[in-house]
């Protein structure tokens, strides 16, 4: 009976470790930038919800193409300074969103947090 205990736990742990989604509002924390993550059929996409910054495009698709895979979510990321979509790789760690993106040898990783 014991074992049995101990695999149901392990069992629901492991699915809500799964269950977990990117979807939700996400502050950058530049400017006070929220971005809205959804998921639809296992692709996420997000775009600028609001900002204080008034160059901000308000509903500007940022985030694309992003799905599950090996553990990880991979997709891209769009950069508004240099205007083009780079690979990037998105964790998410409880309330945080860490971001990386990579262009050669050099990455960058960036942290949202949720709203």
Excluded: C, R
Excluded at 77 to 93: F, M, Q, S, T
Aim: proline share 0%; hydrophobic share 40%; glycine share 10%.
């Amino acid at each position: 009976m014991k074992n049995l205990l101990i695999l149901i736990v392990v069992l629901f742990t492991t699915l809500s470790m799964n269950a977990q989604s990117l979807a939700g509002v996400w502050n950058t924390g530049e400017d006070n930038t929220k971005i809205e993550i959804i998921e639809d059929g296992g692709v996420a996409s997000g775009k600028i919800l609001s900002s204080d910054n008034a160059k901000a495009n308000i509903g500007k698709q940022i985030i694309k193409d992003v799905k599950l895979s090996n553990g990880e979510y991979k997709g891209q990321l769009y950069a508004a300074k240099k205007g083009e979509w780079y690979d990037a790789v998105l964790k998410e760690n409880g309330s945080q969103l860490d971001i990386t993106i990579k262009v050669g040898w050099m990455s960058k990783t960036v942290t949202w947090k949720k709203q």
